[in-house]
C-alpha cells in the first residue's frame, strides 16, 4: 500500500514543523503545544517504523508516550499557571532571571 | 486516504504556527492531533489511533483549553517578530530534516509488506502490556499520580485556609 | 651475627614517637623513653664493639646493605652501613656521652614547658648522627650530615621565642649550608673521577693510583670545606660561640663531643685521600694550628662561661686537624675521644653551675662557688685539668700525641703553635675556674638566696664523665712508655695507616713530653697569679692594650665584617630581586593568568541570555551538528 517511508517522511516533516513552531512563537503555552507536536511526530514515527510482530510492541511504546506526554502536559500547564499568577504574563522574553 | 489525512495534519500545525491567538491555535493543533490519529489508524495500529484521539485530541487539549480560560488571555500574542530567530530556526530546521530524511532514504522503495494489512488490536496490546511490560506499566501509574499530585500542590491557591 | 646495623633505629623510633605523641606523654615517661633508646643504642654498640676485638675478623670492616637507595645510570649509592674500628671509635662516643647526656637532661630540663619536643630531637640528633658514623659512602654520610645540622639548627634555637636563639640557630644552619656546597662539589668531583662514592671504591681508587694528585688535592680541599664548616674551623667558625644561645646539654652533645667532630671523622675516615694530597694535608694542618690559636686568645677575655668553652671547643678541633693534617690521623681520631669526654663534662658542669645560679652566666658575678657546689666543682676541676694537658689525665696523653706527630714529621712551625695555644689553653680554663669557683663571691644577692646543687640526674653524669676524663687516655700511652703504648693507634690500624717516617728517639719523645708539661704548668702558674694571687693585674694590663684588649673581646670583629662584606649585600641583592622580579614577573604572571580566566569568564557568561529560545536554538544547533556526524 503506501510504503512506510511516506509516513516517515510526514513524522519528520512535522517534526520540524513542530521546531520551527517553538522558535516562532512567544508565549509559553503555544510553545508547550509545539512540544506536544513534535511527541506526536515522533509517535508516527515509530508506529512507521514497525513492523509485523513489532507493530503491537510499537503500539504499547506509543501507550507510555503519551502517557508521559499526558502527565507532562499537567504539570506543565500547572507551572504555566504558577508563572502567570507571579508576573501576570506567559511571554517568554519575560522570563530572564538566569541572566549572566 | 493518506493524502487526505497529511495535508490536514500539516496544515493544521501551519495554522498554529501562523495563528496570532492561542486559542485558535490550539484548535488548529485539535484538528491536526485527531487527523494524526487516523494516520495511525491507517498504519494498522488501531488501538494506538484511538487513544490518540481519546487522549491528546481529547484530554490533553482540553486541559490547554482549560489553561488558556483560567490565564484568561484577553489579547493574543503576536508571534515572533524577531527575523532573526526565524530564519536561523527555519535554516536549521531545513538541515535537520534533510538529515533525518537522508537517514531514511532507505525506506522509500514500495516494500513487499510495507504496511500490514492486519491490523493489531487492543488485545494483543494488552497481552504484551500486563506481562512484558508489567513493570513499566505499574511505574509509568506511579508517574501519573506523581504528576498529579504535583500539578495540584503547584496550582494551588496559597492563601487558602 | 653482629648487630651493628641496628643501632641508629633505637633513637629513630623514640623520635618519631616523641615527635607525634610526645605531648600526650607525662615527663617521666618521655625521659624513659628517650634514654631507653639511647641506653639501647649503647648497648648494641657496646656488642658490636666486642666482635672486633680480637680473633680472626679483628679490625676487618663489617659492610651491610640494607638497600639499593639510589642507582642513575652509573650513579649508585646504597643505604650501606660500614663497621670497622674507626665507626666503632665514633659509634662508643656517640652513643656513650649521648646517653650520659640524654640522663642529664632530664634534671637540666625538668622544669621546661617542651620537655618533649626537646627528647625528641635529641634522639632525631643522635639518629642522624650515627647514620653519619655508620655510612658506607659519602653520600648517605652527607644524609647524616644535614639531618646533625638541621637537628642542630632545632636545638640551637630551642627557645625560638629568644631571638637570639633563633638568629643563631638561622647562622649555624647557614653558615653550615656553605660548607656544604664545598662538601657537595667534592663528592661531585669523587664520582666524576672514580665513577663511585662509597669508601670501598674510594680506598681501592686511591690505592690503584687512578686519582691524579691535582684532582686529589681539590677534591680534598673542597671536603675540607665542608668539614671546616661543620667543625667551626677558620673562616667557618663564627656559627659556634653564637650557638651557645641553646640549651647546655644541647652544647655538650652536639657542639663538643659529636656534631662537630663529624668534620674530624670525615677526613680521618678519608685518610687515603688525604695522604696521596700532600697540599691538601698541608692546608687542613695549616688551618687547625692557626683556628687552634686563634680561638685559644679570643677565650683569654671572654666573660661568658659557655662562650669561653666554645672557644676552647674550637681551638681543640683545630688540633684534631694538626693531628690529621700531618699524616697522624689516629692521634687526631685519639684527641677527639679524649676531648668528647673533658669538654663535654666541662660543659654540663657549666650548666649545673648555670643552674644552680638561676641562669647567670657571666663569670664576673661568680667566685667561691667551690664551697657551694661540692659536687659540681671537683669534676669541672677534673675536666679542666684534663683539658689543660696536665700528666696523667686523658687530655695530656691525646695533645701530647698530636703536638708529638707534628713534631716527628718535621712540621716544627705547626708544633710551636700547638704547643702555644697548650699554654693558652692552660690559662684560660684555670682562668675559668678561679674566677668562677675561687676568689671572693660576687653574686647577686638574688642569686645567691637561691644557690643550691644540681640534682643527682646532673651530677652523676658528670662523675662518670670525669672518671673517664681521667683513665681514658690510658689506650694511647705513648711510646715511650713502651709496650703497653698505642693501644688505641693498633686498634685503629686497619682503617688509619700510621703516619710513614717520624720516628723520633726516646730522648726526644721526653724532652717533647716535657715541653707539654712545662706549657700546661706555664698557663695554670699565670692563671694563678693573674686571678688568685693578684686579681688587679688583668685589670692593669687591660688598661695599658686597651686597643688588644677590645679587639679579643669582639673576636677580631670577624662576625661585624662577614656581615659587612657578605650579609647585606645578598640581602639588599635579594630585596631587588624581589621587586624586580619575584613581584613583577612571577606575581604579575600569576595574577594575570588569573585575570585572563575572569576575562574568559565574562565573555562566555554573554552567551548565556536568560531566553529560552536562545539555549533551545544551541540545543537544535547541537542536535544537527550530532545527527551530521552520527550519519555521515
Redesign the interface.
Same mark, same amino acid.
Do not use: N, P, W, Y
Given at each position: 500500500m503506501i510504503p512506510a517511508g511516506w509516513f516517515l517522511s510526514l513524522g519528520l516533516l512535522l517534526f520540524v514543523l513542530g521546531?520551527i513552531a517553538?522558535?516562532v512563537k512567544r508565549d509559553l503555552l503555544t510553545?508547550f503545544l509545539s512540544i506536544e507536536v513534535m511527541l506526536g511526530a515522533g509517535n508516527l514515527a515509530f508506529l512507521a517504523l514497525a513492523r509485523g510482530p513489532a507493530k503491537v510492541e510499537a503500539q504499547v511504546i506509543v501507550f507510555f508516550v503519551m502517557t508521559v506526554a499526558a502527565a507532562e502536559a499537567a504539570v506543565g500547564m500547572a507551572i504555566i499557571l504558577l508563572v502567570h499568577r507571579r508576573r501576570r504574563s506567559i511571554k517568554?522574553?519575560d522570563?530572564?532571571?538566569?541572566?549572566? | 486516504m493518506f493524502f487526505v489525512l497529511s495535508i490536514i495534519c500539516v496544515g493544521s500545525v501551519l495554522g498554529m504556527i501562523l495563528s496570532k491567538n492561542q486559542a485558535h491555535g490550539a484548535l488548529c493543533i485539535v484538528l491536526a492531533f485527531a487527523a494524526l490519529g487516523g494516520l495511525f489508524g491507517l498504519l494498522g495500529a488501531p488501538f494506538a489511533a484511538v487513544v490518540q484521539i481519546i487522549i491528546y485530541a481529547g484530554a490533553i487539549m482540553v486541559l490547554f483549553i482549560f489553561v488558556i480560560w483560567m490565564i484568561n488571555l484577553r489579547t493574543g500574542i503576536p508571534p515572533e517578530s524577531q527575523r532573526r530567530?526565524i530564519v536561523?530556526?527555519v535554516l536549521?530546521?531545513a538541515?535537520?530534516l534533510a538529515?533525518?530524511g537522508?537517514?531514511a532514504r532507505g525506506l522509500f522503495g514500495p516494500a513487499p509488506s510495507s504496511v500490514e494489512t492486519a491490523a493489531a488490536g487492543p488485545e494483543a496490546v494488552g497481552q504484551l502490556l500486563f506481562t512484558k511490560y508489567l513493570y513499566a506499566f505499574e511505574i509509568t501509574s506511579l508517574l501519573i499520580l506523581a504528576a498529579l499530585v504535583g500539578a495540584i500542590i503547584l496550582a494551588k491557591r496559597k492563601d487558602r485556609p | 651475627m653482629n648487630p651493628f646495623w641496628l643501632i641508629p633505629f633505637p633513637p629513630a623510633v623514640g623520635a618519631f614517637v616523641l615527635i607525634v605523641a610526645g605531648r600526650k606523654l607525662s615527663r617521666k615517661a618521655v625521659a624513659w623513653l628517650a634514654c631507653l633508646a639511647a641506653a639501647a643504642s649503647f648497648v648494641l654498640a657496646v656488642i658490636s664493639f666486642q666482635s672486633l676485638l680480637g680473633g680472626a675478623s679483628a679490625g676487618r670492616p663489617i659492610l651491610r646493605t640494607l638497600f639499593t637507595w639510589i642507582q642513575a645510570g652509573e650513579f649508585r649509592a646504597d643505604l650501606a652501613f660500614r663497621f670497622d674500628p674507626l665507626s666503632a671509635v665514633m659509634v662508643l662516643v656517640v652513643t656513650g656521652v649521648g646517653l650520659l647526656i640524654h640522663v642529664y637532661s632530664t634534671g637540666y630540663m625538668s622544669r621546661d614547658r617542651s620537655f618533649a619536643r626537646f627528647f625528641a630531637f635529641l634522639n632525631l640528633f643522635t639518629f642522624a648522627m650515627l647514620i653519619l658514623v655508620l655510612a658506607d659512602n659519602l653520600v648517605l654520610m652527607f644524609v647524616g650530615w644535614e639531618g646533625v645540622g638541621l637537628c642542630s639548627y632545632l636545638l640551637i634555637g630551642f627557645w625560638f621565642e629568644k631571638p637570639a636563639a633563633a638568629a643563631a640557630g638561622q647562622k649555624a644552619f647557614i653558615v653550615n649550608r656553605i660548607g656544604d656546597a664545598g662538601f657537595l662539589l667534592g663528592i661531585l668531583f669523587l664520582f666524576l673521577t672514580i665513577g663511585g662514592v662509597s669508601f670501598g671504591a674510594i680506598n681501592e681508587a686511591v690505592a690503584g693510583g687512578i686519582i691524579a694528585p691535582a684532582t686529589a688535592t681539590l677534591i680534598a680541599v673542597l671536603l675540607f670545606v665542608g668539614a671546616a664548616g661543620k667543625s667551626a674551623q677558620i673562616p667557618l667558625y663564627v656559627w659556634l660561640p653564637d650557638a651557645m644561645e641553646g640549651p647546655t646539654p644541647v652544647s655538650a652533645l652536639i657542639h663538643a663531643a659529636t656534631m662537630v667532630t663529624a668534620g674530624v671523622y670525615m677526613v680521618a675516615r678519608l685518610n687515603p685521600l688525604y695522604a696521596a694530597s700532600p697540599a691538601a694535608s698541608e692546608v687542613v694542618a695549616v688551618v687547625g694550628a692557626l683556628t687552634a690559636v686563634f680561638a685559644a686568645t679570643i677565650a683569654l677575655v671572654q666573660n661568658d662561661i659557655k662562650r669561653v668553652l666554645a672557644y676552647s671547643t674550637i681551638s681543640q678541633l683545630g688540633y684534631m686537624f694538626i693531628g690529621c693534617g700531618v699524616g697522624a690521623y689516629a692521634a687526631g681520631v685519639f684527641h677527639l675521644y679524649t676531648h668528647a669526654f673533658f669538654k663535654s663534662l666541662l660543659f654540663l658542669a657549666a650548666g649545673s653551675v648555670m643552674h644552680a645560679l638561676s641562669g647567670e652566666l657571666d663569670m664576673r658575678k661568680m667566685g667561691g662557688l667551690r664551697k657551694h657546689l661540692p659536687r659540681t666543682y671537683p669534676t669541672f676541676l677534673i675536666g679542666a685539668v684534663a683539658i689543660a694537658g696536665v700528666p696523667f689525665l686523658s687530655g695530656f696523653f691525646s695533645k701530647d700525641a698530636v703536638l708529638t706527630a707534628a713534631f716527628a714529621q718535621g712540621r716544627y712551625f705547626i708544633w710551636a703553635l700547638g704547643l702555644g695555644g697548650a699554654v693558652l689553653t692552660a690559662f684560660y680554663m684555670f682562668r675559668l675556674v678561679f674566677l668562677t669557683f675561687h676568689g671572693q663571691e660576687r653574686l647577686e644577692p638574688e642569686v645567691k638566696r637561691h644557690l643550691h646543687e644540681s640534682p643527682g640526674a646532673m651530677t652523676v653524669p658528670l662523675v662518670i664523665l670525669a672518671f673517664f676524663s681521667v683513665f681514658a687516655g690510658y689506650v694511647g700511652l705513648p711510646p715511650v712508655v713502651g709496650k703497653h703504648a698505642h693501644l688505641f693507634d693498633r686498634f685503629l690500624e686497619p682503617v688509619i695507616k700510621p703516619a710513614e717516617g717520624g720516628h723520633l728517639g726516646l730522648g726526644t719523645e721526653w724532652v717533647l713530653i716535657a715541653a707539654s708539661v712545662a706549657a700546661a704548668l706555664l698557663g695554670i702558674g699565670a692563671a694563678y697569679a693573674f686571678f688568685l694571687r693578684d686579681p688587679r693585674i688583668p685589670r692593669r694590663l687591660g688598661e695599658k692594650f686597651p686597643g688588644l684588649y677590645r679587639l679579643l673581646l669582639n673576636k677580631y670583629y670577624v662576625d661585624e665584617a662577614y656581615d659587612a662584606a657578605i650579609v647585606k649585600p645578598l640581602v639588599q641583592g635579594s630585596a631587588r630581586v624581589y621587586d624586580k622580579f619575584d613581584l613583577a614577573v612571577i606575581d604579575g604572571a600569576v595574577n594575570g593568568s588569573a585575570r585572563a580566566a575572569g576575562l574568559l569568564g565574562r565573555l562566555l557568561?554573554l552567551i548565556?541570555?536568560?531566553?529560552?529560545?536562545d539555549y533551545?536554538?544551541a540545543v $537544535?544547533?547541537g542536535?544537527?551538528i550530532f $545527527?551530521?556526524v552520527l550519519?555521515f
Open positions: 521546531i517553538f522558535f510553545q517568554t522574553e522570563l530572564r532571571t538566569l541572566k549572566g | 530567530t536561523l530556526a536549521i530546521g538541515v535537520i538529515q533525518l537522508f537517514a | 557568561s548565556q541570555s536568560g531566553l529560552i529560545k533551545a536554538l $537544535l544547533f542536535m544537527a $545527527l551530521g550519519f
